[in-house]
């Protein structure tokens, strides 16, 4: 019996599966059942043979479990039905026998081994009509064999989008990385544009220090020359002094002349309390520059601070900006991966069309 849809119909049309094929296997199940232990031993004899399947085996199940998983498949075939579920369930182990490794050259030929073994057998038990069977057998192998390809090619289409979507990953964390880095850019513009601003102002102050050290050099050398002029009155008053010693004692009582004496001495001092008086302002002066370049050579070392602050940020981003390129190569190193084995799985399912 056939309850598939129209489309699958038009499938087992195609390979020649007929309501009459059903039957005529269905009619012959107890051959089936009598044979099925047989079946079962000689084609796991013939896997045997091959040790990169056993290596399959041996790694995701047990012979056991997979002679009796045949079991079930071998009687299955005289069921007389073809259905949806029957078509879903072939798929299904199609897709399992995909993701565990095992290509279609085995797959496939898995149908030639099983075709050999009933015919041989069938030959013995039904001698008259072994031929009939046999041929109805083989198009529900044909068919189990294009579901088989079915079932790969959704799971090669699975990861072929799988492969499409990593891709989408990978791009979008490169744009991603790139608008960083880009911003990053931006932000290194600023900091150099930060670092000459404060180069600016370390040369201004440091022209403004200059200034008022040649300022200084200049009350410097004044200082020096009220020094002379207080020297040069100290000897006035001295040589003054002395004179009027001598005067008052030609005068004796007299000492008009000493008056006169003591009186230029007065008029020295007082010249001599203005220059200190001058000195001391211009000593009040240069401590004020003095205090001036000293705030000056504060900003001159805030202002270096900042520049090497600005240094140390600029090499940070340096190192950011290496490691992103590190990024962005592992990448592209990774997309390019993707890439090629995308093309080889498109590659293999092209292959695989054409030869079926």
């Known amino acids: 019996m056939m309850d598939v849809s129209p489309k699958r119909r038009q499938q087992l049309e195609y390979i020649g599966l007929r309501e009459r094929d059903l039957e005529l296997l269905a009619q012959h199940r107890d051959v089936f059942v ?3 232990e047989e079946v079962v031993d000689r084609f796991y004899a013939r896997i045997g043979e091959q040790p990169q399947l056993m290596q399959i085996i041996n790694r995701t199940s047990t012979m056991e479990r997979l002679k009796e998983t045949q079991r079930v498949y071998w009687l299955s075939l005289a069921e ?8 879903e369930n072939r798929i299904k182990i199609g897709q399992v026998h995909s993701r565990i490794g095992l290509n279609t050259d085995y797959y496939l030929g898995s149908y ?6 009933a015919a041989d057998l069938f030959k013995q038990l039904l001698p008259d009509q072994w ?7 083989s198009k529900m192998f044909n068919l189990d064999s294009q579901l088989v390809l079915e079932a790969y090619e959704m799971k090669e289409k699975e990861k072929i989008q799988n492969l499409v979507t990593d891709q989408q990953k990978m791009l979008e964390a490169i744009t991603e990385a790139v608008q960083e880095l880009t911003a990053m850019i931006v932000e290194l513009d600023q900091s150099a544009a930060l670092m000459a601003d404060n180069a600016m102002k370390t040369a201004e102050a440091q022209e403004k220090a200059h200034a008022l050290t040649a300022e200084l050099g200049e009350e410097i050398l004044q200082i020096e020359q009220m020094g002379s002029l207080i020297r040069e009155i100290s000897d006035q008053s001295h040589l003054l002094g002395l004179n009027a010693a001598i005067e008052a004692a030609h005068a004796g009582e007299l000492g008009r002349g000493f008056e006169v004496v003591a009186g230029e001495v007065r008029k020295l001092a007082t010249h001599s309390k203005k220059a200190m008086e001058e000195i001391q302002s211009k000593v009040s002066g240069i401590i004020r520059k003095l205090g001036l370049v000293e705030q000056e050579s504060e900003k001159t070392s805030v202002n270096a601070r900042n520049q090497a602050a600005s240094s140390q940020e600029l090499a940070a981003f340096v190192k950011m900006m290496e490691k992103l390129a590190d990024d962005l190569e592992a990448l592209k190193h990774e997309y390019d991966v993707h890439k090629h084995d995308l093309d080889a799985e498109s590659a293999l399912m092209k292959t695989e069309k054409a030869t079926v």
Not at 80 to 87: H, P, Q
């Open 131 to 137: 031929t009939h069977v046999v041929h109805a057998l």
């Open 80 to 87: 007389g039905r073809v259905d949806e579920a029957y078509l």
């Open 34 to 36: 009598k044979v099925v």
């Open 112 to 117: 030639m081994v099983y075709l050999d073994i």
